[in-house]
Structures are given as structure tokens and as C-alpha cells.
């Protein structure tokens, strides 16, 4: 776009002499603002106009080419289908190379030019899968791990301007994910190292390589038994149609109609519910969105026959406690995370095993101290209230533990009688205060396009006297006392 000086005329100083500025300064001085600053709440008619009109519209113009994407690599796979015994029309490793070039046009799509850290991380972490291999496969996935958190230490403080990284940290979180996962899974012998052009169509497939999801190499491999038949069928569109129009709907609330219900002139803990919620349901955007590209590209994992679930909001705004928001937040990367992290670490500890996944999480997530304060915070409030509940479970022989009991459970006293409804209900709210804790510092400020600093978290918590903490702390010693 051409740049236009007739627009210097808003800007000249010369508009206005000194007389003239003097006496504007003298009316503004001697308006009376009152006490407070008063909030008014615009017409719908002018949200849609100005916010949801223009969001949705941006939206639309960035995810269209992605889906045009995925449904390609879908189609492509459908003319590469062949039953098990026959002769498949399309050469395995030209399907492959179809899959991961469709992934890589996506990437510049996005990221332009930024792609070649995740090009250089890919084809590293293929070397040193091939090296390990050979001589010492047991140390493949330790290898890949140490080789990806060290990866992300030197793009993050000596490689990659700021802003550019953190415009690629959620690519470069799944592959990692993608990557450390086939390290364990070879070394453990779930899968022996694969083809080149397996890896590449893994790794860069176009269906979760921006948004995720996170899927095994095992999953993935659902990709090459997509027919004609699944293309069309009526569950696969209606998955398709759901996840995208809750994705629309989570987007325009998080961005247009949370300030809108709840204005700034409100008390600083509903302010903070509410910017914490817009986080949260910009987080549902995007795994929804993801859960859309899945589908459309034939990921199915598992015995699963139609798309991915990767979030389930409804436990998250209205939860039992945090553990239950920790599982349902991103359920692939809850499965990552126990799989390949907690389950290798229970024997030495359930305590260590939980700040170790958490620990792992913020590394994934980079050198950012806000992340990861959140989630180390978010581990030792979870493993407090799991070990709290669970003790009045016993002493109370009541439904009172962080998960939902089964239906057969051996309690006296179940979820259905009113003292354990009610007391249920009390760590609810006590959840929901802990998150709007939380997640109040993830808000639209200036420094969100690089990243949140310290002081920036530090505030955010300053503002409300720490007072999550505290009630933890206080909820810790309470449970030593019991």
C-alpha cells in the first residue's frame, strides 16, 4: 500500500498557534470528569459493526486456505486409498511427499519465512533418530528431548528475534510433541524408526501442523485408510460443521462479548473472571479450529472414526476441581504429558511426578516466565487439592475427591447426598476463583506479541494481594493439620 501525505495535514503542528493550544489546554483542565470514569455499553448493532463483523472476516480470510488445504490432503489420501492386500494407485512415498508439502505451504502461510527453525528442528531430530538407532536405541527418546529443550533455550535468548518466536511457538510446541513422542515410542519398541517420507508427512501434515492436535505415529497412520466413503459421510461433515461453528462462537465471545458483558467499571475480581475467560475461550478457538483441521485432513486416532476431541469447555467453566481443568483443558497434550512424562517419573514419587510434568510443560512452552509461573503454580495447586480431598474422602467416607467417582464407588455417602453436592459445589467455586487468578495476566496488552515478562505476571498478582496463594498455602496447612 502506497503511502498517502495528504493525511500529514491531521499532524501539522502549524493547524494550531500558541494561543490557540493554550486556551484548548484551559477547557480540557476545567471539564469535570466527576469521581469515576463513567463505562457505557455500546448497541449490539455497534459491537457487530465494529468488532464481530471485522474479527470474523479476518478469521475467515486466515483459516480458509488452511481448510482448502486439509481437504486437499484428505482427497489425496482418499485417490492414494487401497485395501490392505492391493496394489495402492499412488506410490507410498509420493502420497507422503504430497502430505508433507501441503504442510509446508501451510507453515509459509503462516510464518513465512520463520519456518526454517522448524525445518532445521525437524530434520536434526531425524538425524539424531538415525544416529541413536544405530548405536544405542534405548537412549532415542532421552536424546530427542534433551536436543529439543536446548533447541528452544539458544532460538529463544541467542538465535530468533522475540516476536518472530513467539509468532512460531505453537508450531514448534506440537512438533516438538510430535518428535520427543517417536523418540520414546522407538525407544521403548512400540515402532522401529520410520522412512524419511513417513517422518516428513508426520511430521508436517497439514492437518494439525499450525493448531495441533497432538497424535501418535501410531494415529497418524489412520491418514492413509481414508475412502471415498469416509469423505462423505454424514458424521465426518457433522463433525466438521460442529467444530467449526463452536470455534466461531468461542472466538467472537473471547474477543467481543465478554468486555462487552462485563465492563471495566466493575470490581477487580469480576474484571479479572473476565479476562481470564477470554483467555480461556480464545484458548477453545484454537483447539476447536484444530479439532476442524483434523477432521478435514482424515486424522482419526484411535478406534475413533471421525475427527479428535481436544477440549471440553464446559468442565473447564464449570469444573469439580483442577484437576479435572488440567485434564479437560488440552486432552491430547494431557495424554502427551502422562504418557511420556508422568508415568516415566511415578516410581520415583506421585509429588515429583507432577512438578516434573509441569516442569516439562513450561519448558515446551519456552523461556517465558509467566507460563511458567502459571503452571507450576498450577501443578502444586493441584497436587494440594488432590491430596486434600482425597484425605476427606477417607476421614468423610464420601464422593469428596478431585475426580468424580465411579458409579459403583465404595462411599458411604455419594455425589447425590446434599452435604457432598454442596461441598462439591464449594471447591467449584474455589476452582473457578483460582482460575480467574490464573489466567487474568493473558490479556491483549502490547507485550502479548513477544511474549509476558516478570513484572508483568508480578503485577497482575500484586493487584489482587496474591490471594490465590495465600488460600492455597492456607489449604496446605490446613491439610497437614488433619
Known amino acids: 500500500m502506497e503511502y498517502d501525505d495528504s493525511f500529514d495535514d491531521y499532524y501539522d503542528d502549524s493547524m494550531y498557534d500558541d494561543e490557540d493550544l493554550e486556551k484548548m489546554l484551559a477547557e480540557y483542565s476545567d471539564f469535570d470528569y466527576g469521581s469515576e470514569m463513567e463505562y457505557g455499553r455500546i448497541s449490539l448493532w455497534e459491537l457487530g459493526e465494529n468488532c464481530l463483523y471485522p474479527t470474523l472476516q479476518q478469521t475467515v480470510h486466515m483459516l480458509a486456505p488452511l481448510y482448502l488445504l486439509c481437504i486437499t490432503t484428505r482427497i489425496v489420501c482418499a485417490v492414494g486409498y487401497s485395501p490392505d492386500d492391493a496394489e495402492p494407485p499412488i506410490p507410498r512415498w509420493l502420497l507422503n511427499f504430497c502430505i508433507s508439502m501441503g504442510g509446508l505451504v501451510v507453515l509459509q502461510m503462516f510464518f513465512g519465512y520463520n519456518i526454517v527453525y522448524l525445518l532445521v528442528c525437524a530434520a536434526s531430530v531425524y538425524v539424531i533418530l538415525l544416529l541413536t538407532s544405530w548405536k544405542c536405541q534405548n537412549g532415542s527418546g532421552v536424546a530427542v528431548a534433551v536436543f529439543i529443550f536446548l533447541f528452544i533455550v539458544i532460538c529463544e535468548l541467542f538465535l530468533v528475534e522475540e516476536k518472530a518466536w513467539h509468532s512460531v511457538r505453537g508450531a514448534q510446541i506440537i512438533l516438538s510433541m510430535k518428535v520427543i513422542g517417536l523418540g520414546f515410542d522407538i525407544s521403548s519398541g512400540v515402532m522401529p524408526l ?289
Open 194 to 482: 520410520p522412512s524419511v517420507t513417513d517422518y516428513m508427512a508426520y511430521i508436517f501434515n497439514a492437518g494439525n501442523v499450525i493448531f495441533g492436535p497432538w497424535i501418535s505415529f501410531q494415529d497418524f497412520k489412520s491418514i492413509y485408510s481414508t475412502n471415498v466413503s469416509k469423505c462423505l459421510s454424514l458424521e465426518w461433515m457433522t463433525k466438521v460443521i460442529k467444530s467449526s461453528v463452536f470455534s466461531i462462537l468461542c472466538l467472537s465471545f473471547s474477543t467481543c462479548f465478554g468486555s462487552w458483558i462485563i465492563l471495566d467499571g466493575n470490581y477487580k475480581w469480576v474484571r479479572a473472571y473476565r479476562d481470564a475467560q477470554s483467555f480461556r475461550f480464545s484458548h477453545y478457538f484454537v483447539c476447536f479450529v484444530s479439532e476442524t483441521t483434523a477432521a478435514l485432513a482424515g486424522i482419526s486416532p484411535g478406534d475413533i472414526e471421525y475427527g479428535v476431541t481436544v477440549t471440553r469447555p464446559l468442565s473447564v467453566e464449570l469444573p469439580r476441581s483442577l484437576v479435572e481443568v488440567v485434564t479437560n483443558w488440552n486432552l491430547p497434550m494431557h495424554n502427551w504429558l502422562k504418557t511420556y512424562v508422568f508415568k516415566i517419573a511415578r516410581p520415583h514419587g506421585t509429588f515429583l511426578a507432577v512438578i516434573l510434568t509441569y516442569i516439562a510443560s513450561s519448558l515446551l512452552h519456552g523461556l517465558n516466565f509467566q507460563l511458567a509461573a502459571v503452571l507450576l503454580s498450577l501443578g502444586f495447586y493441584s497436587y494440594v487439592e488432590m491430596t486434600f480431598r482425597r484425605k476427606l474422602s477417607q476421614i468423610f467416607d464420601a464422593c469428596l475427591e478431585a475426580r468424580s467417582c465411579r458409579e459403583n464407588c465404595p462411599h458411604t455417602y455419594k455425589n447425590n447426598h446434599p452435604y457432598i453436592w454442596i461441598t462439591n459445589l464449594a471447591f467449584g467455586c474455589l476452582t473457578i476463583f483460582h482460575l480467574a487468578y490464573l489466567g487474568l495476566m493473558f490479556d491483549s496488552s502490547v507485550e502479548a506479541e513477544k511474549g509476558y515478562n516478570m513484572s508483568h505476571t508480578l503485577q497482575k498478582w500484586s493487584d489482587l494481594g496474591f490471594l490465590s496463594h495465600w488460600v492455597i498455602l492456607g489449604t496446605y496447612i490446613f491439610h497437614l493439620m488433619v
